[in-house]
């Protein structure tokens, strides 16, 4: 099945794109930061003029987390632009579908399937890639729509290039930016 027809219906899911992301405050910013927020606004403005739904995951860390709620780096980055009609679902382990009201906002487009780009690659794109799949719906992830940071093992663009390929295998359709968008 090709990434248009996994998408004719399909609701964007943003995943953690919170300012502690991007303002590099508590940690360094998620690698390619800047093209990174460029990309998803372009793939959100692509999904408001398709007339797909979006939603927004925030991940809610313990007190004294850089992402805990209230903190500085707890909101979704403004740069993204989240209109008021735009629901953020909150989650506080690695699977956005953790919270079932995700899942139920999902089945309520009516759709067979979600596109998910956000961060990090590595934990809570992965998580949700993986869950989503498990639930029968179809994935599309926008390969160069998310990131991670480095670890001690391999640099962010090694672990986003070797999780493309995972979800390839997990039976995900993988879609870059300007494919997805036309641009």
Do not use: Y
Request: proline share 7%; hydrophobic share 45%; aromatic share 6%.
């Amino acid at each position: 099945m090709s990434a248009h027809s996994l998408t004719d219906k399909a609701p964007l899911i943003v995943i953690d794109l919170q300012t502690g992301m991007f303002d590099g405050v508590h940690e360094p910013p998620i690698r390619d930061a800047p093209a990174i927020a460029e990309r998803a606004r372009a793939v959100i403005d692509w999904a408001r003029r398709g007339g797909h739904k979006v939603a927004f995951v925030r991940h809610d860390g313990p007190q004294g987390d850089p992402l805990a709620p209230g903190e500085p780096g707890w909101p979704v980055w403004p740069a993204l632009g989240q209109a008021g009609d735009e629901p953020t679902f909150a989650k506080s382990v690695r699977d956005a579908f953790s919270n079932p009201a995700l899942g139920e906002w999902v089945a309520g487009q009516g759709a067979a399937a979600v596109v998910i780009l956000g961060a990090q690659t590595d934990f809570c794109v992965a998580a949700t890639v993986r869950s989503a799949i498990a639930k029968g719906l179809g994935v599309t992830v926008v390969s160069d729509a998310h990131s991670t940071l480095d670890n001690a093992e391999e640099t962010a663009s090694q672990i986003i290039a070797r999780h493309n390929s995972e979800f390839i295998g997990d039976g995900a359709t993988l879609v870059t930016t300007k494919v997805l968008t036309g641009g």
